[in-house]
């Protein structure tokens, strides 16, 4: 028996990041990498009267381009990857989508399935 | 009511046994030399019909990993309901996508269509056994003499296997390539039917999952400029596998390119005229490159030996999940089904084209 994994999403800040990430030899899933554009808020420095700095939006937005890849992979791994600064989004338990065991059948059965 | 479960390993191989005892006259069984790891017996199928004597082939292949359930019950589905349309001389019906009857007779009669439905038993049968791992990705290998089992199946095929790129010398990853490229039994019978059957020109391996129709190459990004810049060039080594820089690029010459892109097109309109999901035709090396795998090699074949044929190949990724419901599974099966149509039809068109183009040319 194996031990747990994770479906999970390994979030890289750069294309060279994302590519390093072969260096691992892990099961991470080729055809999943993608690269997000994404849209955020610049926030800018208000002083306020007690001279506290915060900070607000400023109503201008910025672009940046965000690489993931999906993967299957047992905490250590995780871990690793978190520690060397890849932002892992662990999505579910490998065993919640497997469905090779309970609905397993024989050709007979199916067959008679397909003809209903 | 459907069928609510994936189909076992025996069930697979009771599945081809009544295609060819019920359809004897269009479908044969295919003996294949190697056995899996574990001594099970491996098949294919032959679906062919008609007189015409120079046909070109279609392989069509699945179950190369293991926890991918889904597409040896598709490639299994497929073949029936191929074959009951044939002998009854009838359209196909997908969903909302339709080929008459007049199609499915000029695809049987016209190709040779190969398929191998489970390439890797072991890995199913492991997968489906209650002390097994349902996420088993790769072969049953007990690879002597190293910590772990399994070889990736799909890293083990003969091309740019030493470069190493998007693979492991290390048996307990996922992505282990093997001690050699072909060292599995498994993926020799791939070969096997590429060797003994020259006819075949086209090649689909069906995998999930992420909906996406994949064409070469893997390794690096095309480029159709330059023949000399290509994967048997020894001064690239080192340089291959970083895409999005301007060191390497793969050459593929142009008219292939195109030939992949309108192809894959028509094959993601057939899926998504079933039910609306649109799969994406893109490079397979996308953002994330590999070797070893099953597309590229076929491809490679004619470049490395000019004796042999072109065999153009795809990778079809079916689906959002390895294992979904089997509700969800057969609505997939359905929508791919009219893909793999569309592929055969399109392959046909290409052999058709070719032989008129020929005969032009011997005119002029």
Known sequence: ????????????????????????????????????????????????AALRETYKPTGQTSQRQEFSIDGLLSLEEIDRLVEDGYQVLVQERDLKRSRAVTEGIEFQDWLKGMEE | MPPNGYLSVTGIASAQQYLVATYSSICQLIPLPEASIEGRTIRGLKIAGGEGGDRRGVLLIAGIHARELINPDLLVW??????????????????????????????????????????????????????????????????????????????NFDFLWSSGIGTSPDSCSDIFKGLGAFSEPEILNVRHFLDTYPNIGYFADVHSYSELILYPW??????????????????????????????????????????????????????????????????????????????????????????????RGFVIETGTEFQPPYSEALRVIEEVSAGLVEFCLACQRTVEETLRGGAASAAR
């Open chain 2, 218 to 311: 893997g390794d690096d990004d095309n480029q159709t400029i330059d023949p000399a810049m290509n994967f048997q060039n020894p001064t690239y080594d080192g340089l291959r596998g970083t895409p999005g820089d301007s060191l390497y690029r793969e050459y593929i010459p142009q008219s292939d390119l195109d030939w992949y892109v309108s192809t894959g097109n028509r094959v993601r309109d057939a899926i998504a005229a079933v039910r609306g999901h649109t799969y994406t035709v893109q490079q397979a090396v996308g953002l994330y490159p590999t070797t070893g795998t099953s597309e590229d090699y076929v491809y490679t074949r004619h470049f490395v030996d000019s004796s042999k044929g072109k065999v």
């Open chain 2, 78 to 155: 497929f073949a029936l309901k191929l074959c009951q349309a044939y002998t009854a001389n009838s359209g196909l019906t997908f969903g909302a996508r339709t080929y008459d009857a007049s199609s499915i007779q000029l695809l049987v009669n016209e190709l040779d269509l190969f398929l191998l439905p489970l390439a890797n038993p072991d890995g199913r049968a492991f997968v489906q056994l209650p002390k097994g791992y349902a996420m088993w990705r790769k072969n049953r290998n007990p690879n002597p003499g190293m910590p772990c089992m399994g070889v990736d199946l799909n890293r």
């Open chain 1, 1 to 48: 028996m194996e031990s747990h994994r994770f479906f999970v999403t390994v979030v890289a800040p750069s294309r060279s990041r994302l590519q390093r990430l072969r260096s691992y030899e892990l099961d991470l899933f080729r055809e999943s990498a993608k690269v997000t554009e994404k849209t955020e808020s610049v926030l800018g420095a208000v002083r306020e």
